[in-house]
């Protein structure tokens, strides 16, 4: 019995020293007192709607080996309707952020490829409902997909890490999001400049704070 005793307090203390100590979160009020996300403007963000900006977009993100990803899709909000989302993929490199809408049969074969490509790591954050619903409405199952809230996690901040904790976290900066704009029509041939704006921040965040853990 003392041997067996002895194990399990063994198998203990291996188990705490293989788990991270919990990480402080910062308070909403400590999150907005820091200055702001360096935000991207409109000048560096492409609106991929046709056969020929696929084209191009493709050949610039074919060049990268990492970028920010995220979705976006028109909200429901009748009991029991089915999001028939994502109407909107994002893909932020270095330079620029590729915001696809997927009405162009090309726009939706370029995207299935490059989130099929397991030589392009994605990151992002809260990635679940994406990996759920990609491959239903892109037929393609995601590969090298990375949720930044597993490697918050990891170190020791638990579960639920969202952009503007993770930003805050890692860069000390407060990051904006705006709820009306997060409710618009996704699902439109062309997004407003707002839309635009909105997306390809969300992926260039993602991209930010991966590249400062």
Not at 49 to 78: C, K, Q, W
Not at 194 to 209: G, R, T, V
Request: aromatic content about 8%.
């Amino acid at each position: 019995m003392i041997v067996a005793r002895i194990k399990r307090l063994i198998a203990r203390a291996r188990g705490i020293a293989r788990t991270p100590h919990a990480a402080r979160r910062l308070t909403r009020e400590e999150m907005n007192a820091l200055p702001p996300f360096d935000a991207l403007g409109l000048e560096s963000v492409v609106e991929v709607d046709s056969a020929e900006s696929a084209t191009r977009a493709f050949a610039a993100l074919s060049r990268e080996t990492v970028v920010g990803f995220d979705t976006e899709s028109r909200p429901t909000f009748a009991k029991g309707e089915v999001s028939r989302g994502p109407h909107v993929v994002q893909f932020a490199a270095r330079r620029r952020t590729y915001v696809f809408t997927l009405h162009n049969a090309e726009c939706r074969r370029v995207v299935r490829e490059l989130i099929g490509s397991a030589a392009l790591t994605k990151v992002g954050f809260g990635l679940d409902q994406d990996r759920r619903l990609i491959p239903i409405r892109l037929n393609v199952h995601p590969q090298a997909l990375v949720d930044l809230e597993t490697l918050f996690a990891q170190r020791g901040y638990g579960r639920g890490v969202g952009v503007k904790a993770g930003i805050a976290i890692a860069l000390k900066r407060r990051f904006f999001k705006s709820k009306k704009i997060s409710t618009t029509n996704w699902s439109r041939y062309r997004l407003t400049p707002q839309q635009l704006l909105y997306a390809a921040n969300d992926a260039y965040a993602a991209l930010c704070a991966y590249q400062s853990l």
